[in-house]
């Protein structure tokens, strides 16, 4: 059973636009909500991640949205460039003792066009 | 930097072999991770261990044993190839006190 649904699967963008990707949890007891990203060739890095008690947080060109009542939260990517084509992969999971087991959504692949 | 090092970026085994997937990472973290990603699935967890000589069963453990004798160093194991297992393996580690996960570039193993 898929506990993080994320879409779309793949998402083509021009250069300065929005990107936004989506994810639905599940499982109420989640704590923590990070985005990766990966590139070709490389392993996923942590982009930005968020904790239930706040509703938003920006870095940089970077948003996630979080939603606790409707279990959703979002990346929006401002001023997309084609240096953030990547794959997006969002991910939860509740603290266990000391350490954190990550559920990922299924990923979608960022293209953006100059 | 956080380094985490996969011993092969691609290895091609036949069915039915044994093969061994290594990892190390130099930031003293407790805790190791093995995903396996396929497309349209995304991460999944195989195995992780929280401890030198702990592990704890991931989501998909089928198929697949683990080996963590040293705290930098964890070993994936397949004991019998099936072209299944076909897949990138990616390898991750965290500190206890955080939950980021650093990543390493990942083995893609194919099995024929």
């Known amino acids: 059973q898929q506990q993080v649904k994320q879409s779309p699967q793949s998402l083509i963008v021009q250069k300065g636009g929005i990107s936004i990707i989506n994810c639905a949890y599940e499982n109420t007891a989640f704590d923590y909500f990070p985005w990766y990203q990966q590139f070709p060739g490389k392993g996923p890095a942590l982009l930005i991640a968020?904790?239930?008690?706040?509703s938003e947080k920006k870095e940089g060109r970077f948003t996630i949205s979080f939603n606790k009542s409707a279990k959703q939260f979002s990346l929006h990517i401002m001023d997309s460039q084609p240096g953030d084509s990547a794959t997006y992969f969002c991910a939860a999971s509740k603290r266990s003792g000391g350490y954190n087991k990550l559920i990922f959504g299924a990923g979608t692949r960022l293209a953006v066009h100059p | 930097d956080v380094k985490v090092t996969q011993s092969s970026r691609y290895l091609v085994k036949r069915t039915g072999e044994k093969v061994f997937l290594e990892c190390v990472q130099d930031?003293?973290?407790?805790?190791m991770f093995w995903y396996r990603q396929d497309p349209g699935l995304g991460l999944r967890l195989i195995y992780f261990s929280y401890d030198v000589k702990m592990k704890e069963k991931g989501d998909i453990p089928e198929g697949y044993s683990v080996s963590r004798e040293k705290k930098e160093r964890f070993s994936l194991i397949l004991e019998s190839a099936s072209t299944n297992q076909t897949s990138m393996y990616l390898c991750a580690s965290s500190s206890s006190g955080s939950g980021e996960q650093f990543f390493g570039p990942g083995t893609r193993l194919t099995v024929l």
């Open positions: 968020i904790r239930p008690d706040v």
């Open positions: 930031m003293d973290h407790e805790n």
